[in-house]
């Protein structure tokens, strides 16, 4: 019993520090799920991986005429997925798509690359609040804090046009997301995140997974350029 007992009063791990003090999250970073095509429980399809949600409790409280948006939008997400038109992919699904993403901090933000379509998102940590809305933006507004060794990112002023997943799970211009990134041993993280659309859902419903550094001796962000395969008379109006 008392190896038990030692494992479980182990402390938490405690990552390395930046040179302004910060807890040092710096590397290249990437999941190992299949959230991207699905966020919640689903079977392998033609070109779709089966995978285990990542919602907690596996569901999503849609209201009723948001429901039925949704059942659409996977009817025809071949034509209306955000991803299928090269639009930018918005948080948090930008985090659990399929490519690898590289933290870079400096003293007043922290900087996201992605290496989807260049996404270059800026979280800011100068203290200072959103700026007044509405405003409708792809990334929205990130505005982050420390909580222990915790990043604890708050990101409003989005646009609606941006989705979940490939399944066709949305959101509306109000939707509010809450995002913590908790350092759990040198090359691991969990990354986890609230979501708060009054417009769509019932209620505030939360992911969860675990991202993983990416330990090649030569890793870096590659190219990826997206080309829209439908021609622009096809695009939704």
């Given at each position: 019993m008392l190896p038990s007992v030692a494992a479980a009063q182990a402390p938490a791990y405690a990552p390395p520090k930046t040179t302004f003090g910060h807890p040092d999250l710096q590397?290249?970073?990437?999941?190992?799920?299949?959230?991207?095509?699905?966020?919640q429980d689903h079977h392998a399809t033609l070109g779709v991986p089966a995978g285990k949600g990542v919602v907690e409790?596996?569901?999503i409280p849609y209201r009723p005429e948001a429901l039925e948006k949704k059942k659409q939008n996977f009817a025809d997400r071949a034509k209306l997925d955000p991803d299928a038109r090269c639009l930018l992919s918005g948080v948090p699904r930008i985090t659990y798509m399929p490519h690898p993403f590289q933290i870079v901090?400096?003293?007043d933000k922290v900087n996201i690359l992605y290496e989807y379509n260049h996404t270059l998102r800026h979280i800011y940590m100068n203290g200072n609040p959103h700026p007044e809305g509405?405003?409708?933006?792809?990334?929205?507004?990130?505005?982050?804090r420390w909580d222990g060794n915790t990043l604890v990112v708050d990101t409003v002023h989005?646009?609606?046009e941006t989705w979940f997943d490939k399944a066709g799970n949305f959101h509306s211009e109000e939707l509010?997301?809450?995002e913590r990134f908790t350092p759990t041993g040198p090359?691991?993280?969990?990354?986890?995140v609230t979501v708060e659309d009054p417009k769509t859902f019932t209620r505030p419903w939360k992911m969860s997974m675990p991202l993983y550094r990416r330990a090649e001796r030569d890793a870096e962000?590659?190219?990826?350029?997206?080309?829209?395969?439908?021609?622009?008379?096809?695009?939704?109006?």
């Open positions: 590397g290249i970073w990437q999941v190992m799920n299949a959230a991207s095509w699905d966020i409790g596996n569901e901090q400096q003293a509405p405003i409708e933006w792809w990334m929205g507004d990130s505005r982050g989005f646009t609606a509010h997301v809450i090359n691991h993280m969990t990354y986890d962000l590659l190219e990826y350029d997206c080309y829209a395969y439908w021609i622009e008379e096809s695009w939704p109006k």
